[in-house]
Antibody, heavy 122, light 112 residues
Framework: QLQLQESGPGLVKPSETLSLTCTVSGGSISSSGYYWGWIRQPPGKGLEWIGSIYYSGSTYYNPSLKSRVTISVDTTKKQFSLKLSSVTAADTAVYYC??????????????WGQGTVVTVSS | QSVLTQPPSVSGAPGQRVTISCTGSSSNIGAGYDVHWYQQLPGTAPKLLIYGNNNRPSGVPDRFSGSKSGTSASLAITGLQAEDEADYYCQSYDSSLSGYWVFGGGTKVTVL
């Protein structure tokens, strides 16, 4: 049974870079037809897609965050990572990683990690 | 402001039927993109509830159903149960700008 687990610092200072990693277990990160995505949820608010990556390294980013986001993948470690630069308090959120099934139209996020809380504060 | 618009809350008594709307535009739902629905129980990650407008993943009760028409979609819960109290989100794709996956703002379902 495929599982995803986010990890990374829970506290980041303003203007610094937020870095998170998602580890995939119980399955392959290199399966065709699946992207791997990051989604966030600010306190008391809705979900926002951040970006996604294929095992080959192909990426898609939310246009509103594109200038600050980098997503990478390490297939040998079965991990994909998120970097968000120049963070502010508005980036405080629960960050989720999720498997993105590309055979659906549009892609559907069918398996989610438990989420990790990231607070931006000095 | 979410690209897809949902009512902030709906409520119903146990056993009743409630519906949640998800309104989009010509660049997302109206462009023909399907709609997916997620259930988020308090303090947990979202879970896929409905995909491709009206398909249920294995294990999702048939009390949950979805539909789509024009620029809108709906999620219906029949025979409402206490365990259905949660936040529900719709999701689709928007072809404006460079294209991206979008969510509704979420609807809180309260079981009275």
């Amino acid at each position: 049974q495929l599982q995803l687990q986010e990890s990374g610092p829970g506290l980041v200072k303003p203007s610094e870079t937020l870095s998170l990693t998602c580890t995939v277990s119980g399955g392959s990160i290199s399966s065709s037809g699946y992207y791997w995505g990051w989604i966030r949820q600010p306190p008391g608010k809705g979900l926002e897609w951040i970006g996604s990556i294929y095992y080959s390294g192909s990426t898609y980013y939310n246009p509103s965050l594109k200038s600050r986001v980098t997503i990478s993948v390490d297939t040998t470690k079965k991990q994909f990572s998120l970097k968000l630069s120049s963070v502010t308090a508005a980036d405080t959120a629960v960050y989720y990683c999720a498997r993105q099934w590309a055979a659906a139209d549009p892609d559907v996020f069918d398996i989610w990690g438990q989420g990790t809380v990231v607070t931006v504060s000095s | 402001q979410s690209v897809l618009t949902q009512p902030p809350s709906v409520s119903g008594a146990p056993g009743q039927r409630v519906t949640i709307s998800c309104t989009g535009s010509s660049s997302n739902i109206g462009a023909g993109y399907d709609v997916h629905w997620y259930q988020q129980l308090p303090g947990t990650a979202p879970k896929l509830l409905i995909y491709g407008n009206n398909n249920r993943p294995s294990g999702v009760p048939d009390r949950f159903s979805g539909s789509k028409s024009g620029t809108s979609a709906s999620l219906a819960i029949t025979g409402l149960q206490a365990e259905d109290e949660a936040d529900y989100y719709c999701q689709s794709y928007d072809s404006s700008l460079s294209g991206y996956w979008v969510f509704g703002g979420g609807t809180k379902v309260t079981v009275l």
